[in-house]
C-alpha cells in the first residue's frame, strides 16, 4: 500500500497515495500591486476577552510584487505561498549538490526553512513553518523559540505571547502549537504550559481562552460561536507517539513509501469544547487547504528547473 507524500495537520488513518504538480508553464513578469498596511492594534491583557496583536507586530512597507530571482542557485522546493505571492517559504538544501533520498525521503541534508518578502526583498529563516490559512493570507512559523503569526497583507510578524513551545517529538505531524480555523478565520495556539487554548478571531483581533481539563495537546479553533476542538492527555504524562515508518513532514515528498500503525504513548481524548465549558465527543477537522499556487492576479512561481518535486533555484515571480 502506498500513501500521499503529506500528512494533514493530525492524521488517525491510513491515507492514499499523490505526487508533487507539475511545474506550471512560463509567464512573461509584470509588478503586481500588493494591499497597502493596516495599523497593529494594542497589546492584548494577560487573560480573558481581549484585543488582537501586540504593538511589537513589526509592519514592512508595501509596494509592488517583485518579480527578480531570489532564493539562489539551491536545491529545495516550495513550502507555501501567501494568495499576493508577497510571502514565500522556501525549504532548501545547502550546497550545489542536488541531494539524495532515502526509502522513505530522508536525506542526510536538513533543509532550512526560509520566508522571503517578495515586496521587501528581505528574508528570514524560520525553523519550521506549521500552517498557512486557507484563504492563504496568514502563515504560522517557529523560529528562535516562538510562535510567529505573519500577515501577507500587512507584512506583520507576530510572536503570539504565552505560546506553550514544548514540542511532542512527532516529526511527521504539524507541530502541535497552533492552527487555523478551516475557513481561515480564526487562529489558535496553546498557552499556559498545555493549561488553555488561546482563540483569536483574525477579522476583529477579539481573543479568548479555552481551559484544559487535563494537559492540552493539540487544538482547532471553529469559524463560529467560540468552539474550538482540542485533544488532551492526563496530566503528568508526556504525548502521543504515532507509530509510523515516515521520517519527517517534508520527506513525504520524496518518499517511496511510508505506512501508520497507529499510537504509542499515554491515551488521548478528542472533544468539542464549547464556550461554557461544556465538553462532547469531537472529530479533528481534515486538513483542506492548498499551501502554494498561482496568486490572485494570476501569477506563477517558477524555479530554474524541476525534477521529481525537487527544485533547482532561483525562483521568479511570472505575471501575465
Known amino acids: 500500500m502506498t500513501f500521499q507524500t503529506r500528512f494533514p495537520a493530525f492524521l488517525l488513518v491510513l491515507v492514499a497515495c499523490g505526487a508533487p504538480p507539475a511545474p506550471p508553464p512560463q509567464a512573461p513578469a509584470q509588478p503586481v500591486s500588493v494591499p497597502a498596511a493596516q495599523p497593529v492594534q494594542p497589546a492584548p491583557p494577560a487573560s480573558g476577552p481581549v484585543q488582537a496583536a501586540p504593538a511589537e507586530a513589526q509592519l514592512q512597507a508595501t509596494g509592488p510584487l517583485r518579480t527578480d530571482a531570489f532564493g539562489g542557485n539551491r536545491w529545495g522546493f516550495v513550502e507555501a505561498s501567501s494568495a499576493n ?112 487554548l488561546t482563540v483569536r478571531d483574525l477579522a476583529t483581533g477579539t481573543a479568548w481562552r479555552i481551559a484544559a481539563k487535563q494537559r492540552m495537546w493539540r487544538g482547532w479553533p471553529q469559524d463560529d460561536g467560540r468552539g474550538a476542538v482540542v485533544i488532551e492527555v492526563p496530566a503528568g504524562t508526556g504525548w502521543p507517539q504515532q507509530q509510523t515508518s515516515c521520517a519527517c513532514r517534508w520527506c513525504n515528498r520524496f518518499a517511496m513509501s511510508y505506512g501508520v500503525y497507529g499510537w504509542g504513548g499515554p491515551p488521548f481524548a478528542i472533544e468539542q469544547a464549547a464556550e461554557d465549558g461544556s465538553r462532547s465527543k469531537g472529530e479533528a477537522p481534515a486538513s483542506e487547504g492548498v499551501w502554494h499556487g498561482k496568486t490572485t492576479a494570476g501569477c506563477e512561481l517558477k524555479p530554474q528547473s524541476s525534477d521529481d518535486g525537487l527544485e533547482r533555484g532561483p525562483w521568479q515571480w511570472q505575471c501575465p
Request: hydrophobic share 40%; proline share 4%; aromatic share 8%.
Open 85 to 196: 505571492g508577497r510571502m514565500v517559504v522556501l525549504r532548501r538544501f545547502h550546497g550545489d549538490a542536488r541531494p539524495s533520498f532515502g526509502h522513505h525521503g530522508e536525506s542526510a541534508d536538513e533543509p532550512e526553512v526560509t520566508l522571503f518578502d517578495r515586496v521587501t526583498g528581505q528574508e528570514r529563516t524560520f525553523s519550521e513553518i506549521i500552517d498557512i490559512d486557507v484563504t492563504r493570507r496568514y502563515l504560522l512559523l517557529i523560529g528562535d523559540d516562538a510562535l510567529w503569526l505573519v500577515d501577507a497583507e500587512t507584512g506583520s510578524f507576530e510572536a503570539l505571547k504565552g505560546a506553550d513551545m514544548e514540542p511532542d517529538g512527532n516529526a511527521c505531524l504539524a507541530p502541535r502549537q497552533a492552527s487555523f480555523s478551516t475557513k481561515g478565520k480564526r487562529v489558535a495556539w496553546v498557552t499556559d504550559k498545555a493549561g488553555s
